[in-house]
T-cell receptor, first 113, second 112 residues
């Protein structure tokens, strides 16, 4: 089954404790992206990757890092999480050139205390 | 960053009614997309539009790419309870290859 998977689905952590949210897709898509969703603010793009080893900032990249060493995986790294990073995070992938018809993962709900 | 203004923010309708929502921008987009998010899940693509003036249907859903390329519209006919969810518009500019901009969403509630 074609899908985007994220882990973990739920995470509660404390300020400053480094964490990684994994994202994997099995559709051989070149494009992948991370979004955060906050009430009333829709989806905001954090980082995206056009292909392996090619990443770039979205609209809200501060406090996040990403890497794209393999085509299928695109982990999101929070080196020193803060409470304002409490949010619902989505990973997405697309077969097109860029973010056209995106497939989204199920989401990761992160709480930073 | 770039903003898309989506309206209305929320809608409460009776089952069987038609629904209209729209998305506007101050700048031109080359692609408009509409997604639906069910509670507790990630967004799912409903319709993609690639040409100004394009009108595309997907079952009871119809979306249009505005002539000015600065807006898009989504209509749902004869709503049913499973139409409940959040509807997002998204825009993409060819010049900003990797960037994707989403509206704030329209929350739809359908009363049986």
């Amino acid at each position: 089954e074609a899908q985007v998977t994220q882990n973990p689905r739920y995470l509660i952590t404390v300020t400053g404790k480094k964490l990684t949210v994994t994202c994997s897709q099995n559709m051989n898509h070149e494009y992948m992206s991370w979004y955060r969703q906050d009430p009333g603010l829709g989806l905001r793009q954090i980082y995206y990757s056009m292909n392996v080893e090619v990443t770039d900032k979205g609209d809200v990249p501060e406090g996040y890092k990403v890497s794209r060493k393999e085509k299928r995986n695109f982990p999101l790294i929070l080196e020193s999480p803060s409470p304002n990073q409490t949010s619902l995070y989505f990973c997405a992938s697309s077969s097109g050139v860029g973010p056209r018809e995106q497939y989204f993962g199920p989401g990761t709900r992160l709480t930073v205390t | 960053g770039q903003q898309l203004n989506q309206s209305p923010q929320s809608m409460f309708i009776q089952e069987g009614e038609d629904v209209s929502m729209n998305c506007t921008s101050s700048s031109i987009f080359n692609t408009w997309l509409w997604y639906k998010q069910d509670p507790g899940e990630g967004p799912v693509l409903l319709i993609a539009l690639y040409k100004a003036g394009e009108l595309t249907s997907n079952g009871r859903l119809t979306a249009q790419f505005g002539i000015t390329r600065k807006d898009s519209f989504l209509n749902i006919s004869a709503s049913i309870p499973s139409d409940v969810g959040i509807y997002f518009c998204a825009g993409h500019k060819t010049a900003n290859a990797g960037k994707s901009t989403f509206g704030d969403g329209t929350t739809l509630t359908v009363k049986p």
